[in-house]
């Protein structure tokens, strides 16, 4: 896997803070690089979405 860049994220602040984005603390989702304001933002996101989509899987 290639090293996710911060100037590739789709955002420049953390959908959870709305602080700035940071370097260590972005994910690849649905194709797209994501940022957040700290890896805890992150794992956040990333467990929700995985939640979500696993719900919408069993409905289909």
Not at 47 to 55: H, I, N, T
Request: glycine residues 6%.
């Amino acid at each position: 896997m290639s090293t996710l860049r911060l100037e590739d994220a789709i955002n420049e602040a953390c959908p959870w803070s709305g602080k700035p984005v940071s370097a260590d603390s972005l994910t690849l989702y649905k194709g797209h690089v994501v940022g957040f304001c700290n890896t805890g933002c992150r794992d956040k996101f990333e467990q929700a979405v995985s939640k979500f989509d696993s719900v919408l899987e069993q409905s289909a």
